[in-house]
């Protein structure tokens, strides 16, 4: 009892530097996930009081500090197949622990769709590993995808949690959270293998590729409807096919990096920014007002208002006049 | 010159206004200064780059340097202020001797209006934006005292500052690109900075600058790679020769200037387009208007008629006379024939 109440006064004390560890880790991983372009939600904290005291109570064999994960971290993707590379990423910037797969631990006929867990540190020589010693600061990683983040959220409170929760349950029910897991894992794999398959039409094969910079840029969430819909207006104005077409963007992102990234940055302050600054097609109304601006204002004002593709080249540098 | 990266890059990290009134002759005056910058959120802030980019990017800048001649003392303020980073109290006294030289150049020929100077960043590069912005003769604008000073307040300015109206406006940028080095532009949004009038070059005057590039020289170069982009890239021979026939229209005409990216958007062909603004900018030709002087380039554009009793016509470049030998029943052109076209 002594060592619960002294673990609680201890945490009370220790949390808001273990809470600092842990936005200092999601900054690093927003950076990095930036960098390679993947779209993700990032967020960290350090464990609630009541936390650390229930698993010192659920786990009598551990103390105040043999407790591991006392910051915790989530990055929750939208495919399954990203998360190889994102696990990639974390072991190439912090010291890790083995990973823990959930999912794969799990027997044919057990419940639950869970995520990948690893326990980090700052490696030696990082920057921050003076200020967060990697002996003293760890945190739990969770690397999950929306629908296993789905199940993990709708399951937190309920009574199948798992195992040990469902068992006493009659067998019809018992039966019914199966499938539910079922359909759960069902759909996740449905989604990455849509996304994979999906893109033959050049829109769509345009909007991954443009993608890949957007979210280098930004995590903010586009309108895919309205992307294909100027990118299927813009894709007139390339002569190239869609493979050049592509290249030709990528080179152009490379060349132009430095001023986008700016822009982007002012952005997020300019309360009146365009509306299709924050579409992973921006990228292609840049390159052809740089490129030939009298051609995207003459087929832009077919479909859109050129307040609003004025208000894009503006922020590009671009003037109208 | 200043580049649209230059624009999208820029930061204004501050702002003052100082109120210049008419300053008609022979009655003393003051310009109305204030001691304390313009405090902007962010949207204001955008809004004033949105308006910086509108003119210094337009059709209508130009590209312009430090005349060493000038008497004015804009260029050493400028470039005392952008050599390193200072503090805000300098950069008001250098904005009040900005306000204090544009008063005493004002004649009553000049509208009263806002001296608004910002102090601005973009790509690392210390810089410098002057503007002035026309006002109505006798509107009320009053400094208001806060702690410390007086300023004019942006609420008190958004009426001037951001309605339509206010895009005539007289603007320019100084970007110190280190080692002395400067890219600068200028735009004036009433009248040609390049006019022949006092009153046109007022604002250039003012500044203590001259546009960079001689029109004679800008005529001529962007005359010979246009010729040149015609002669090696455009294939289709209608096209070749409407384009010839454009460029001469375009530089015997009355217009005061040249603006390739006008040019461009009237008589290039959407296929031709990107790839003749992309050998502009190759070949370092300006996109953006120069006034036109076809001094250096008037045998080229000179051409002489020759027509025929039944109607034939033969034109040819002045300087080539000896292309052609007019007999007295034909005319002999000795020129291989490169294409023939129905019209």
New interface residues.
């Given amino acids: 009892m002594n060592d619960l109440e002294s673990a609680r006064k201890r945490w009370l004390t220790d949390r808001p530097e273990y809470d600092h560890f842990s936005q200092e880790l999601v900054s690093k991983l927003r950076a990095e996930l930036r960098r390679e372009g993947i779209w993700a939600e990032v967020s960290g904290r350090a464990k609630e009081v009541d936390s650390i005291i229930r698993k010192l109570i659920k786990k009598p064999k551990h103390n105040y500090d043999s407790i591991g994960d006392k910051s915790g971290v989530r990055i929750i993707l939208r495919y399954k197949d990203e998360i190889k590379s994102v696990l990639e990423l974390v072991e190439n910037i912090f010291d890790c622990g083995e990973f823990e797969e959930k999912v794969d631990a799990l027997e044919l006929d057990r419940v639950g769709y869970l995520s990948v867990h690893i326990d980090v540190k700052l490696r030696a020589d990082d920057a921050l590993a003076e200020k967060y010693p990697p002996e003293k600061f760890k945190a739990e990683l969770q690397v999950r995808t929306m629908a296993q983040h789905l199940w993990s959220e709708m399951s937190h409170d309920a009574f199948y949690k798992n195992d040990e929760s469902l068992n006493p349950l009659p067998i019809p029910v018992k039966r019914r959270v199966y499938l539910l897991a079922g359909v759960v894992e069902v759909a996740d794999d449905e989604f990455n293998r849509l996304n994979g398959e999906m893109p033959t039409l050049p829109e769509f094969v345009l909007l991954n590729a443009l993608e890949r910079h957007y979210f280098k840029l930004t995590t903010r969430r586009s309108d895919s409807e309205l992307s294909l819909d100027v990118i299927r207006l813009l894709l007139p104005l390339y002569?190239e096919e869609l493979e050049q077409i592509i290249l030709h963007l990528d080179d152009f992102y490379n060349q132009?990096q430095?001023?986008i990234s700016?822009?982007y940055e002012?952005a997020e302050?300019?309360?009146?920014?365009s509306v299709y600054l924050y579409q992973p097609e921006a990228l292609m109304i840049y390159d052809r007002l740089?490129?030939?601006s009298?051609?995207i204002r003459k087929l832009w004002n077919t479909k859109y208002h050129e307040g609003e593709l004025e208000?894009i080249a503006?922020?590009?540098?671009?003037?109208?006049? | 010159m200043v580049t649209s990266d230059d624009l999208a890059k820029l930061k204004i990290r501050h702002i003052i206004f100082h109120d210049i009134p008419k300053h008609t002759k022979g009655t003393e005056g003051t310009p109305v200064l204030a001691d304390l910058e313009t405090e902007i959120n962010a949207d204001r802030s955008a809004m004033l780059k949105k308006r910086l980019v509108q003119t210094l990017g337009s059709k209508t800048a130009y590209e312009i340097e430090f005349n060493p001649d000038t008497s004015s003392p804009v260029p050493d303020e400028v470039k005392t202020h952008t050599d390193n980073r200072h503090d805000i109290k300098k950069f008001i006294k250098m904005s009040q001797n900005l306000a204090k030289h544009l008063f005493e150049e004002q004649n009553g020929q000049n509208s009263a209006g806002l001296l608004c100077v910002m102090d601005v960043v973009t790509g690392g590069h210390n810089a410098l934006a002057v503007l002035k912005l026309e006002r109505e003769q006798g509107a009320d604008l009053q400094l208001q005292n806060v702690k410390g000073g007086q300023q004019f307040k942006m609420s008190v300015l958004d009426n001037l500052v951001f309605t339509d109206g206010t895009r005539l406006f007289k603007s320019s940028l100084f970007i110190n690109t280190g080692s002395g080095e400067f890219r600068s532009a200028v735009c004036d949004s009433q009248r040609s900075v390049m006019a022949s009038t006092d009153m046109g070059r007022f604002w250039l005057k003012y500044l203590g600058c001259r546009v960079t590039v001689e029109p004679r020289i800008a005529t001529q170069r962007w005359f010979d790679t246009t010729i040149e982009f015609i002669n090696d890239h455009v294939t289709d021979p209608i096209v070749k020769n409407d384009l010839y026939e454009h460029l001469q229209s375009e530089l015997k005409s009355n217009k005061k200037k040249v603006s390739p990216n006008k040019f461009i958007e009237d008589c290039f062909p959407d296929n031709y387009r990107t790839e003749y603004k992309g050998f502009l900018k190759d070949k370092g030709v300006l996109l953006q208007a120069f006034e036109k002087d076809v001094s250096d380039i008037t045998s080229k554009i000179t051409r002489k008629l020759l027509r025929t009793t039944k109607g034939v016509t033969v034109t040819v470049p002045a300087d080539e006379d000896n292309l052609v030998e007019i007999k007295s029943e034909q005319i002999l052109i000795r020129d291989p024939l490169q294409t023939i076209e129905k019209r």
């Avoid at chain 1, 302050?269 to 920014?273: A, G, L, Q, T, V």
């Avoid at chain 1, 503006?314 to 006049?321: E, K, R, T, V, W």
């Fill in positions: 002569s132009h430095e001023v700016d822009v002012q302050e300019d309360p009146d920014r740089n490129y030939d009298i051609s208000r503006n922020a590009f540098g671009i003037s109208f006049d």
